[in-house]
């Protein structure tokens, strides 16, 4: 189901998906799991359990001591790699994932 996915995320598989919605619901769900509408290939979306790779992307850089913003090293890794028109929007909807999950700190 990967290649559907129209991002460059983690989501959750759907048994997990369904443990996470239970473990939100106790209150007990670790804040870096977001739910949140995931694009697929086709153009449509859908609401899934994710990884919120973002919020902990400053932790990883400062353990790296990369002292770029987070940001910074987003685009700069995008800039580097291989883009297609095709894939532009993949690598766009990462960005707008990356600035949603960023701005709901």
């Given at each position: 189901?990967v290649e559907?996915y129209d991002?460059?995320?983690i989501?959750?598989?759907p048994?997990?998906?369904f443990?996470?919605?239970k ?11 977001t ?19 973002p919020?902990?992307m400053n932790g990883?850089m400062?353990?790296?001591?990369d ?5 910074d090293?987003?685009?700069e890794?995008f800039?580097k790699?291989p883009?297609s028109?095709?894939s532009f929007?993949k ?14 700190k």
């Amino acid at each position: 189901m990967v290649e559907q996915y129209d991002w460059m995320g983690i989501t959750l598989s759907p048994t997990a998906n369904f443990v996470a919605e239970k473990l939100n619901q106790e209150k007990m769900l670790p804040d870096y799991y977001t739910f949140t509408k995931i694009p697929f290939n086709d153009r449509t979306t859908k609401p899934l359990w994710t990884i919120n790779w973002p919020s902990q992307m400053n932790g990883v850089m400062e353990y790296m001591k990369d002292k770029r913003n987070s940001k910074d090293a987003i685009l700069e890794s995008f800039s580097k790699s291989p883009s297609s028109t095709e894939s532009f929007l993949k690598y766009q909807n990462t960005l707008d994932f990356f600035n949603k999950m960023n701005k709901t700190k």
